[in-house]
């Protein structure tokens, strides 16, 4: 039995029986110890067996009765019980879950599962809910339905809400669509329902929405697009789902012209569990062609698709293509990215193709090797390996270049049971135990090359007098209006900090830069953040790798990227000013010790982060010498043949994959 993270608990399997329900289930030994205790404390006496118990890892089976209801006023959870506002989870991706026909009752999250007592008690919300109902296309229109929960002391006008469609990536609103809300009794809609979120009834007023778009209207765009609710400036992504709608793709074409058509698609995204909508345009000869392309294509292994996201080729599936055109002709390598993105035009256009063309349908039919910096579902087109001209996606050998260096984020939603990469490339010895350990990956998956884009870093290494800085992005504020993200702690710290009468003072003095780099997601919100001096620059649509290249220093909260500035010997200063709190918003769980293990002095005052910098400045740009031991642990090469590596893996691999 492998090793796993201490936090670990995972149901294997479910088994029924006329009035009981078991669950054979995976634990740590540190967690075991409390297990019974804690399923004993909600329902009861109950039959508790541990199976077998290996190194540090423990299986065991519970039986429950179905008739669970009945056990006193008890109204928590099953597996995402709230016990002293903490939620117990019990991982298992809801595609899995669902093979199980599970009895009325149960709702999918995202991925936990749970079982309602009390069919009228929801938690409370705090902001409203949509949970979608069903999609048709009638000719002309597209009709979509759904319910929405609304907190009775929500103060919302529900003669303004509006269904925009958002460019994915983007966040730009390209068209919006007011609707009218009519309330229902909440008998009406309770069955079982897929949720990313808890609720109970308390205090909330169920409405059905119904809107009707034009689909000549939507036509004109093209691309993936999520779908938002919106009520004057809050916005909720589409998430939630009643179990009657069943999750396939809703696959419609629509003639444009007598030459031209739109192929639109509306599905469940299951890996970031939102649903989305695509629009792709082709000429019926291209339709056509398309739908006489074989399901059984044989796949070529000297056919490659690099790519990142798919509005973005600035990490390592850009450096990774670059590497191939330049030195390996003989492999067909294509980059996937949408026509829109920025990008397009700075990359080698032998091998770039449009995402959604009919070409990117075709090359995807005949590619053997996904190259991917983030997931693999950028690189295929979802119509292409969902519909009936699907090629299947485990035909594929999946190469995961990753985005950055694992460490001092939890990352479990890449385990090998919801990912299954063929190749997991990684940085360093203790980078690939880590991925082994608690990841699910064998040894022999997990290849220790470095990332593609710091062969550049190698090459054009500079130093110079300015600082980059660079906050991560936030869960709790994707959504966030500009009112509640001026209250919000991330912007009162960072806000203080480019305000510090002392931090201003020093950098004009010695002529210092400082490049302020918010997340894309967050961008928006840039113009909150004041400026209080000429030397403090905000940087947003530029190459974040030519700031870590120009710059001499990088401040940041947690983002990865301090592993390029540390590749290139350049100090970094951590400021978790939230650590306490971060550890529950993003996941909890990093797996080093981040007080003991980073390559950098911690932070948690603006002062300290003030005087720290200083210090850097002072001490010639350089890393203090006491963590310079801790940084060679997060790195196997340092050298400019990152990309060849991968190269070799690749090909190693396919020698003896099918």
Not at 276 to 298: G, P, T, V
Not at 374 to 386: G, T
Not at 419 to 429: A, E, L, M, T
Request: glycine share 4%; hydrophobic share 35%.
């Amino acid at each position: 039995m492998r090793n796993i993270h201490k936090h670990y608990h995972t149901i294997e399997d479910i088994f029924y029986t006329e009035n009981k329900i078991i669950l054979e289930c995976l634990t740590s030994i540190e967690k075991f110890n409390n297990i019974k205790g804690f399923w004993s404390s909600i329902f009861g006496d109950l039959k508790f067996i541990e199976i077998h118990r290996e190194d540090k890892v423990v299986k065991y089976q519970v039986e429950l009765y179905r008739n669970i209801k009945k056990v006193g006023d008890k109204r928590e959870e099953f597996f995402a019980i709230l016990k002293n506002g903490k939620r117990e989870r019990v991982w298992k991706p809801s595609y899995e879950l669902e093979k199980y026909k599970l009895p009325k009752g149960y709702m999918f999250t995202n991925r936990y599962l749970n079982l309602y007592y009390q069919k009228k008690e929801f938690e409370s919300i705090s902001l409203f809910t949509p949970v979608l109902k069903s999609i048709e296309y009638l000719s002309e229109y597209m009709n979509i339905r759904g319910y929405l929960f609304l907190p009775t002391n929500g103060n919302y006008d529900i003669s303004k809400f509006k269904m925009q469609f958002m460019k994915f990536r983007d966040e730009k609103i390209l068209i919006e669509f007011p609707f009218i809300l009519k309330i229902i009794g909440k008998d009406d809609i309770f069955g079982f329902f897929y949720s990313s979120d808890f609720y109970k009834f308390n205090d909330v007023e169920v409405f059905l929405f119904e809107i009707k778009i034009s689909l000549s209207l939507i036509s004109k765009y093209s691309g993936i697009f999520n779908i938002v609710i919106e009520n004057s400036g809050r916005t909720r992504l589409i998430q939630n789902y009643h179990s009657s709608l069943e999750k396939r793709e809703k696959l419609y074409t629509f003639n444009m012209n007598k030459d031209n058509l739109a192929l639109f698609n509306f599905y469940y995204d299951d890996i970031v569990t939102v649903w989305r909508f695509e629009i792709y345009h082709m000429s019926q000869i291209e339709y056509q062609l398309l739908k006489a392309l074989k399901k059984d294509n044989q796949r070529k292994k000297n056919v490659w698709l690099i790519g990142e996201q798919i509005l973005s080729a600035q990490d390592n599936g850009k450096h990774f293509y670059n590497y191939m055109i330049e030195n390996h002709p003989d492999i067909e390598v294509y980059y996937i990215l949408e026509k829109s993105s920025k990008d397009f035009s700075s990359l080698n256009p032998k091998g770039l193709i449009a995402y959604g063309s009919y070409k990117h349908f075709e090359v995807a039919s005949r590619a053997k090797v996904l190259v991917f910096s983030h997931m693999p579902n950028y690189l295929i087109p979802k119509i292409n390996y969902i519909t009936e001209y699907k090629n299947k996606y485990k035909a594929y050998l999946k190469v995961f270049l990753q985005h950055g260096v694992i460490a001092n984020k939890n990352v479990d939603v890449m385990h090998k049971k919801i990912r299954d990469y063929d190749i997991f490339n990684v940085s360093s010895k203790l980078e690939k135990s880590i991925i082994n350990r608690y990841l699910g990956y064998s040894n022999e998956e997990i290849v220790i090359n470095g990332l593609p884009r710091w062969d550049r870093l190698f090459k054009e290494k500079k130093n110079s007098n300015k600082i980059l800085i660079m906050p991560t992005f936030r869960d709790n504020l994707e959504q966030a209006t500009e009112k509640t993200f001026r209250e919000s702690d991330y912007y009162k710290f960072w806000n203080r900090l480019l305000s510090d009468k002392k931090f201003i003072e020093y950098i004009e003095q010695n002529n210092i830069i400082i490049y302020f780099f918010l997340h894309i997601i967050l961008e928006r919100f840039s113009k909150e953040f004041l400026s209080f001096s000429k030397n403090i620059i905000f940087k947003n649509s530029d190459n974040l790798q030519d700031l870590l290249i120009e710059c001499g220093m990088l401040v940041t909260d947690y983002s990865s990227v301090s592993f390029d500035m540390l590749f290139q010997n350049k100090p970094v200063v951590y400021v978790p000013f939230d650590y306490e709190n971060i550890k529950n918003i993003r996941g909890g769980g990093e797996y080093i010790d981040y007080k003991k293990d980073l390559p950098g002095r911690l932070c948690f005052t603006v002062e300290e982060t003030v005087d720290e910098i200083i210090n850097r400045v002072d001490d010639d740009w350089s890393i203090e010498k006491r963590y310079q031991d801790r940084k060679s642990k997060f790195f196997e090469y340092i050298d400019g043949n990152n990309s060849k590596r991968v190269y070799h893996s690749i090909m190693e691999r396919l020698k003896g994959k099918v």
